[in-house]
């Protein structure tokens, strides 16, 4: 008997294995993150462009798992809607936020425009981060928020953050006047604004919450009420976001 026929190395498998799959659109087992999936060759590769086009190409070498699954390191819950839309043009009505994260990593660029006409995607991608985008340093103030909360929550239930919101140039030097006269440490007052958009204040509390929220943080907010004499009603600029721990 001939042994080496029989025993062939794993290395070349996984070579000839890939040789036949660039040329025979066979019947394809994948490992995305855990979960399986079973499909061909031919909807994987049904937009050329995008990385699962790609990855599967002669000039790509997929990794497999130990059973010779070809392995996609990535969250395996939702490919179930990236499969389904390429065997028949379907666009997921559910999971569409985690749908369109996975669209994106895996350009697949028709899909990614559906879903970004969706009602979701399109307040968040379209009005929501366009107006955020007009808030100077909105990004970095929200994780200044974070990291004053936490340096304060050492042996307590809650910690307090000031905001400064300021909408327009005027009300710029109202607020840096303001700070002079509030008791407290101007450095732990985080500073939104100015911006040139429709939204108003509230609209950007919200944001503010709802992305601290989204980083796993519970949070309220309310007007920061200054003591008597203070010059300007404080509540006009100031608000305290309050953090919750346990």
């Given at each position: ?11 070349k ?8 799959v660039?040329?025979?659109?066979p ?5 995305v ?9 031919s909807?994987?590769?049904k937009?050329p ?11 790509h070498?997929?990794r ?7 392995f ?14 390429l ?10 936020q ?33 107006f ?13 928020m ?26 710029v ?27 108003g204040?509230?609209?950007?509390l919200?944001?503010?919450q ?6 796993g ?10 003591e ?19």
């Open positions: 008997m001939n042994l080496s026929s029989e025993h062939k190395p794993l290395g498998q996984v070579t000839s294995s890939l040789h036949t660039s040329k025979v659109s019947i394809v087992e994948l490992n993150g855990g979960e399986m999936y079973t499909t061909t060759l909807t994987l590769k937009h462009g995008s990385k699962l086009a790609e990855m599967f190409t002669g000039n070498k997929p497999t798992d130990s059973e010779g699954r070809f996609i390191d990535r969250p395996g819950t939702h490919f179930k809607y990236i499969l389904e839309y065997r028949s043009n379907q666009v997921p009505t559910q999971c569409i985690e749908v369109y994260k996975e669209a994106l990593f895996y350009n697949i660029d028709p899909l990614i425009k559906q879903l970004e006409d969706s009602p979701q995607i399109f307040g968040e991608v379209v009005a929501r981060k366009q955020l985008a007009r808030v100077p340093n909105y990004s970095e103030n929200i994780e200044l974070i990291h004053i909360a936490r340096a304060e929550a050492v042996a307590s239930r809650r910690s307090s953050v000031i905001v400064c919101v300021v909408r327009s140039e005027e009300d030097a109202r607020c840096q006047d303001a700070l002079s006269s509030l008791d407290m440490d101007k450095k732990s007052v985080v500073k939104f604004g100015p911006w040139k958009a429709a939204p204040i509230s609209d950007l919200d944001c503010i709802m992305d601290l929220e989204a980083k943080y519970k949070t309220s907010f309310q007007p920061h009420i200054a008597k004499g203070f010059r300007f009603k404080s509540h006009d600029y100031f608000y305290k976001f309050l953090f919750t721990w346990w």
